[in-house]
C-alpha cells in the first residue's frame, strides 16, 4: 500500500462524505447521523494507519497534490532557477499534525454519540459537521501557507452554521459576530501571507522558511532583518491568535460557546480553536524558526508583545471565567486561559532567552497541552450538556446540590476540574507541568509568575462549581429544575418526556446513554493519558528536535 | 514621495481600502453595512496580490499576460498567474463568508426585527 495517498484520502473522505447526508436525504428522512457515523468511523481507521505511518514506523508522509512531477525538481523559469522549490500544494503527515488528525477522528467520531439524543437533528447538521471535519483536517495536514488560509476559512464557514443552529435566534447573533472576527481574522493572516510571498516568491512553508534563512543561491543571506517578514509575522500571529481566541480578541468566543446547541460546543471547545494554535505553533516553529526571533530586535520585541497578550489572556480568561453565572460561559472564558497559556509556550519555545531544554520542554507543553485541553474541555462542555439534558441546570446555582442525583456526572466534572486546573495524575498536570518547567529554564519569571497564577485562578471557578455541587444542598422548596429532572430519573428518561419538558429552555432532550458516555470517555482519557507521560514525550521529540535545529521539515523518530 | 505616489499608488490604496474596511466593520452599527466593510477589508487585500504579480515597466518592458507562446526564449516580464490564482481562490471564499453572513442577518431581522446592533442590543436585554 501507497501511504503517501494517506494524507490526500484523509482531507477526502470527509469532505466527500459531507455531500452524502444531503444526497441521500432526498429518500430518506433522518439519514445523516448514521452516514456521518460511518464516514467518521472510516476517518478514523484511515487516520489511525496513518498514525502508525508517522509514530511507528517514524515517517515523515508527504502528498504532493496534482503529482509527483510537480514536487521539488530542478528547473529554469523566467531566468531563476527554481531548483528545490515546490510547485503545488504538499499535504504533509508528521509527527506534529500527526497528533492532531488523531485528535479530530476520534473527537469528531466520539461527539457523534452525544448529538444522537441532543441534537440539532436533519441531515444539513450531519453535512456541516463533515465538512467541519474535513477543514480541521485539512489545517493539519496542509504545507502550504495559502492552502492553510483556505481550510481555516472551510472551517469558520462550516463553524458559523453550526453555531447558528441552535434554535434561538440569539444563536445567529452570536454566529454572526464570530463570522466578522473570525474573517477579519483570517483576512489579517492573508495579509502576513501577501508579504511573506513578495519576499519569497513561494508559498510552501518549508520552501519559504528555506528563503527566509537565505538557502537558495539567488538570495544574499538572511531576510530575517526584512520589514516585509517583520510585519508578515505580526500579520500572521495577530490573525491566527484571534481565531484561537486570544485577549484582547476573544470576544467572539464566549458568546459562540454558550449559544451553540451542546454537541456542537463540544466539538468546537474541543477542535476548532486547538486547530488556529496549532497553526500559529506550525509557522512559528518550522516557519519563522527559532533564528528569526533572534536575530533582529524587533523581532523580539514582537514575541516579547506576543508574550504579554498571551499572559493577559491568562489573567484576565481566568477572573471572567470566575465572575460568570451560566456554566457554559465560564467554561469558554476558561478556553481564552488555556489557549493563553498555549500561545505563551508557542512563544517560550522559539524565544532567543530559552535554550535546548526550555525549548524542548516549550515544546512538549504546547502539543500536550493541546490535546489535554481538547479532552478535557470537551469532557467538560459534555457534562454541563449532560447536567442541562438530565436536570435543567444551566447556571451554576442551578448545580447546587446535584451530586446527589447525578453521582456519575459531578465525579467526572470533579476530575475533568481538576484537569484542567492541573493536578495530577490527569493529562492536564503533565502538559501544564512542561509548559512551566520550559519558562522556569527560559528565566522568563514574568511567565513563570503568570502560569503559577493561572493554576490558582483556575482553581478559583472550579472550586466554586464542585462547591456548589458536592456542598450546598437544596432547600426545600426546590426551584422546578429538580422536580423535572426526578421525573426523568424514574423513567429513565424515554422518548415520550422530551415532547413534555417543551417550552423550558426551547426543546431540552433528555439525558441518553450516548452523552453519558462521551462524558466517562473524556475522563477516561484525560486520567490514562496523565499516566502516558513518557510514551507522550517520546511521540513529541521529533518536533523538539526540529524546532531547536531550526527545520522547517519535523522528521522521523530514529 | 511624488515618484511613490505615482507608480506604486495601488499600494497605497490598499492600505486605505483596508483601513476604510476594518473601520467600517468596528464603527457602523447597522449589520449589513458591517459586512460590506468586511467585503471591502478583503476586496483591498485582493487589491495586493494583483498589484503584486503586475511586473511595471521592468527592463523599459511593460509585463503582459502570462500566456507563454511555445517557441519563447527570453525572459519576459510576465505578470505572475499564481496570485490571480490566489484571489479568484479567495474570491470564492469571499462570497461564501457573504452568502452566510447575510443568511444569519435575514435570520436575525425575522426573529428580532432590526438591523441595528445598538437596537438589537436593547431588545435582547429586554428578554
Known sequence: ?558 | MIEILTSRYTYLLFAILLVIGLYMVVASSNLVKKVIGLNLFQTAIFLFFVTTAYVAESGGEQGSAPVIPQDAQAYDPYASPLPHVIVLTAIVVGVALTAVALALIVRIYSEYGTLDEATLKEVRADE
Open chain 1, 1 to 558: 500500500m501507497n501511504e503517501s495517498l494517506l494524507p490526500g484520502f484523509i482531507i477526502a473522505i470527509p469532505i466527500l462524505g459531507a455531500a452524502l447526508p444531503l444526497a441521500l436525504g432526498l429518500f430518506r428522512q433522518q439519514v445523516g447521523w448514521a452516514v456521518a457515523a460511518v464516514v467518521l468511523a472510516l476517518e478514523t481507521a484511515v487516520a489511525t494507519v496513518l498514525a502508525y505511518f508517522i509514530y511507528v514506523d517514524g515517517q515523515r508522509v508527504v502528498h504532493a497534490l496534482g503529482g509527483e512531477n510537480y514536487g521539488r525538481r530542478e528547473g529554469a523559469a523566467g531566468g531563476y532557477e527554481s531548483e528545490g522549490f515546490a510547485v503545488g500544494i504538499e499535504l504533509v503527515a508528521d509527527a506534529l499534525s500527526g497528533a492532531m488528525i488523531l485528535l479530530i477522528a476520534t473527537v469528531a467520531l466520539i461527539v457523534l454519540a452525544f448529538s444522537r439524543r441532543s441534537g440539532p437533528r436533519g441531515n444539513a447538521f450531519y453535512s456541516g459537521y463533515l465538512l467541519l471535519t474535513g477543514g480541521l483536517m485539512g489545517v493539519a495536514m496542509t504545507g502550504d501557507l495559502f492552502n492553510l488560509f483556505v481550510f481555516l476559512e472551510i472551517v469558520g464557514l462550516a463553524t458559523y452554521a453550526m453555531v447558528a443552529s441552535g434554535r434561538h435566534a440569539s444563536a445567529a447573533v452570536a454566529a454572526l459576530k464570530y463570522l466578522i472576527i473570525g474573517t477579519a481574522g483570517a483576512s489579517l493572516y492573508l495579509v502576513g501571507v501577501g508579504y511573506l510571498y513578495v519576499v519569497t516568491g513561494t508559498l510552501n512553508m518549508v520552501d519559504v522558511s528555506h528563503s527566509l534563512a537565505g538557502n537558495p543561491e539567488w538570495i544574499d543571506g538572511p531576510l530575517y532583518s526584512d520589514p516585509l517578514v517583520l510585519g508578515a509575522f505580526a500579520f500572521i500571529a495577530v490573525g491566527l491568535a484571534t481565531k484561537a481566541a486570544i485577549y484582547p480578541l476573544h470576544t467572539w468566543q464566549p458568546d459562540a460557546y454558550a449559544e451553540s446547541p451542546d454537541s456542537v460546543t463540544i466539538y468546537i471547545s474541543a477542535l476548532v480553536s486547538t486547530l488556529s494554535a496549532y497553526a500559529l505553533a506550525r509557522i512559528t516553529w518550522n516557519v519563522f524558526t527559532p533564528e528569526f526571533f533572534a536575530a533582529t530586535a524587533n523581532a523580539e520585541w514582537m514575541l516579547n508583545g506576543l508574550l504579554v497578550l498571551a499572559g493577559l489572556s491568562v489573567l484576565v480568561g481566568s477572573a471572567l471565567a470566575a465572575m460568570q453565572r451560566r456554566v457554559k460561559r465560564m467554561f469558554a472564558y476558561s478556553s481564552v486561559a488555556q489557549f493563553g497559556l498555549i500561545v505563551i509556550a508557542i512563544g517560550v519555545a522559539v524565544h532567543p532567552a530559552a535554550g535546548e531544554t526550555a525549548t524542548q520542554f516549550a515544546v512538549y507543553g504546547v502539543v500536550i497541552h493541546l490535546i489535554a485541553h481538547a479532552i478535557i474541555k470537551g469532557g467538560l462542555f459534555a457534562s454541563a450538556g449532560a447536567f442541562r439534558a438530565g436536570s435543567h441546570a444551566t447556571t451554576v446555582s442551578d448545580y447546587a446540590g446535584l451530586a446527589k442525583q447525578r453521582p456519575f456526572l459531578s465525579g467526572a466534572v470533579a476530575i475533568l476540574g481538576f484537569g484542567i486546573v492541573g493536578v495530577p495524575p490527569t493529562v492536564g498536570f503533565i502538559g501544564k507541568w512542561y509548559i512551566g518547567v520550559g519558562a522556569v529554564q527560559a528565566g522568563l519569571w514574568a511567565v513563570v509568575f503568570v502560569i503559577f497564577a493561572s493554576t490558582l485562578l483556575t482553581l478559583v471557578y472550579i472550586a466554586r462549581i464542585l462547591e456548589k455541587l458536592y456542598f450546598d444542598y437544596q432547600p426545600e422548596d426546590a426551584p422546578p429544575h429538580a422536580e423535572a429532572s426526578d421525573a426523568i430519573a424514574t423513567d429513565g428518561g424515554n422518548a415520550a418526556e422530551e415532547t413534555t419538558q417543551t417550552g423550558f429552555l426551547g426543546t431540552t432532550p433528555s439525558l441518553s446513554v450516548g452523552m453519558l458516555a462521551v462524558v466517562a470517555i473524556a475522563t477516561l482519557l484525560s486520567v490514562v493519558l496523565g499516566f502516558m507521560g513518557s510514551e507522550l514525550t517520546d511521540a513529541v521529540q521529533p518536533i523538539a528536535d526540529a524546532v531547536i535545529e531550526n527545520s522547517p521539515e519535523v522528521g522521523s523518530n530514529d
